[in-house]
């Protein structure tokens, strides 16, 4: 059996982060996602879709979307139930995230992030170059995401098999 979601979509208000009396942190969010066709109208619709993420990747959706942030999710779907406070059952249906990529660069007052740093990637490998001189020396041999990796004037690419994932 299989439960699997990916979702690309925006974020409709700030994302809300709360803690378990344990001390985990979880944040709720609800992501606008475009329907591939129009109605009769000649409109796109969207459908809002509930999500949920636990821990440390919660404190980072919350520190770093806010309302409108374009934002991909992978999980799995969920449904849950309880009592209101009438006494009445609520049943919930949301997409438990096992992760969020952030698909914009992150704006610091109206100019882009420069160096490539997206939101999706700006923990990978515990390094984060914020243009500084040291940042720039620690990224030493690796290609900026803003340049052409294969902007070699027509020379042959030098890749062994061993170097292939496949």
Same mark, same amino acid.
């Given at each position: 059996m299989m439960n699997r979601v990916v979702l690309v979509g925006r974020l409709t208000k700030d994302p809300d982060l709360r803690y378990t009396p344990n001390g985990v942190p979880v944040a709720n969010f609800t992501l606008a996602v475009n329907r591939t066709f129009t109605n009769q109208q000649g409109e796109r619709e969207a459908d809002f879709i509930n999500c #949920?993420?636990?821990?440390?990747?919660?404190?980072?959706?919350?520190?770093? &979307?806010?309302?409108? @942030?374009?934002? %991909?999710?992978?999980?799995?779907?969920?449904?849950?139930?309880?009592?209101?406070?009438?006494?009445?059952? #609520?049943?919930?249906?949301?997409?438990?995230?096992?992760?969020?990529?952030? &698909?914009?660069?992150? @704006?610091?007052? %109206?100019?882009?992030?420069?160096?490539?740093?997206?939101?999706?990637n700006q923990f990978s490998g515990g390094q984060q170059s914020q243009g500084s001189s040291y940042g720039d020396q620690r990224n030493q041999g690796f290609t900026r995401t803003d340049e052409d990796p294969f902007s070699n004037d027509g020379q042959p690419i030098d890749i062994s098999d061993d170097d292939l994932p496949f």
């Open positions: #949920v993420i636990w821990r440390r990747p919660a404190e980072n959706v919350a520190n770093y &979307l806010k309302k409108g @942030s374009l934002a %991909g999710v992978d999980g799995r779907l969920q449904t849950r139930s309880y009592d209101d406070q009438d006494g009445k059952r #609520v049943y919930v249906t949301e997409v438990v995230a096992d992760s969020v990529q952030f &698909l914009e660069p992150r @704006s610091a007052g %109206g100019s882009q992030d420069r160096g490539g740093n997206f939101g999706g």
